[in-house]
């Protein structure tokens, strides 16, 4: 009895859905605020000795000065495409194992109180 009421209570809270909602909000939320770190990176690294920045600040400032604001936000869309569905399968297993964990421990309360 215990463990239909936890796992209904469970999956009327929990699921697919609520995982890929979930993914979607902290992926987007992650990728707008470390992209622009991650586009400074990206550039100062494939760069041949030097060629176009000689250090970070340089770069961030050019890349202002070339593309203004939205041009810290390149890639993003591939980005966010390359992280949700991690996210989305990382938070559902997350969901999943911690109900199983649940479901564990309430038979070993059962089988405890018998």
Known sequence: ???SDLSSGI???YGVPNACVSATFS???VILLTNPLDLVCTRMYNQKRN???SNV???VQLT???????GFWKGTTANFLRTAPHMIITIYTW???RRR???LQMMETDMGDS
Do not use: I, K, P, Q
């Not at 202002?64 to 939205?70: D, K, S, T, V």
């Open 1 to 3: 009895r215990v463990l």
């Open 64 to 70: 202002l000065e070339r593309e203004g604001w939205r």
């Open 101 to 103: 964990g649940l479901e």
């Open 95 to 97: 969901d999943w194992l």
């Open 27 to 29: 992926s987007l939320s």
């Open 11 to 13: 999956n009327a809270e």
């Open 51 to 53: 060629a176009y920045y």
């Open 57 to 59: 600040r340089e770069c």
